[in-house]
């Protein structure tokens, strides 16, 4: 019977870790992100809540993502006011670069900063292979659409907003 | 006198058996930032002999280090990236030297490659040093094409071992590595 037990346990958390591990889809609660923004306070994802969210990951040195960041802004000064937030997660070594980057690119919106690139502890937690990367996620926190752009982005913010 | 022969000889061999690549620096490119994505860096980690990548992204490369004790196959590294959807823009490479004169179209075995030197000043080569390997698939094809436009020897465009490479006692069609230094 012990061993029974410890055979469902370990069965347990090996279907846990399998789960964790997983690329986040469609339907699935948002991972909690908790990291520095450019004031160096620590902002939470799960703290916007009741908003609808674009999770963007990217980093000063990945043109594409410098591309993305030009039609976001005006994306963002759309739909800020209705109930819309973006969170963006950079992966850059260097916080000056960051800072720079989010500058240059005029970006209002929620900035963190993860340093590490591709180790960065979110971006493996998150699974992410590529940047720019992208998570739509409603106002409850669960994540609806991946790397949506232009026409497509606009239209599922305007859904999820119920406009 | 034999005695310190002998141990002169036996540092001079242990020397020549430990020259190995020890590390590398590499740039890539495709259609796409190659940088934006984790597939190559994924890619060139999974190879036996490589112990730690590191991405460089100051100078747009990938930073490779060699495990110690292992010889380094360059062509192994070109593979990886090419199946990563990517391709070789520049490949140097340091290894340690241990007498090697850098002399323009002659051949040299180092840490089991053959290398075949496109440019040298007649110089010894003793210790780190770098060299650029400047084969088909470890750099531009335009800059591909002016190495090979420069040489008349058949190697350089087949990267296997011709009339030249032979008289020097290289094997027929083994693989020859063109390098600058």
Redesign the interface.
Known sequence: MKIQRKNYLLFVFIILSIVVKAQPGPGKQAIEIALPSLSGDTLKLSSLKGKVVLLDFW?S?????RFSNKKLVKLYSKYKSQGFEIYSVSID??KGDWKKAVQKDKITWIQVNDAG??DARTAITWN?????TSYLINKEGKLVGMDLEGKDLEEAVKDLLGK | MKRMLSVVLFVFISVALHAQFTKASLQASGL??A?????V??ALEKIPFVQEVK?D?KNQQYNLVFKEGNNVDFDALSKAVEDAGFSVASLKATGNFSNVKAVKDSHAEVAGLNLHFLNGNDENLVGERTITIVDKNFLSAKAFKKYASESKHACVQTGKADDCCKKEGVAANARVYHVII
């Open positions: 980093a040195w990945c043109g594409p993502c070594d260097s690139g591709w992410i292979t590529g940047i720019p | 796409t930032c940088m934006c994505s984790k597939a860096k994924v991405v992204i």
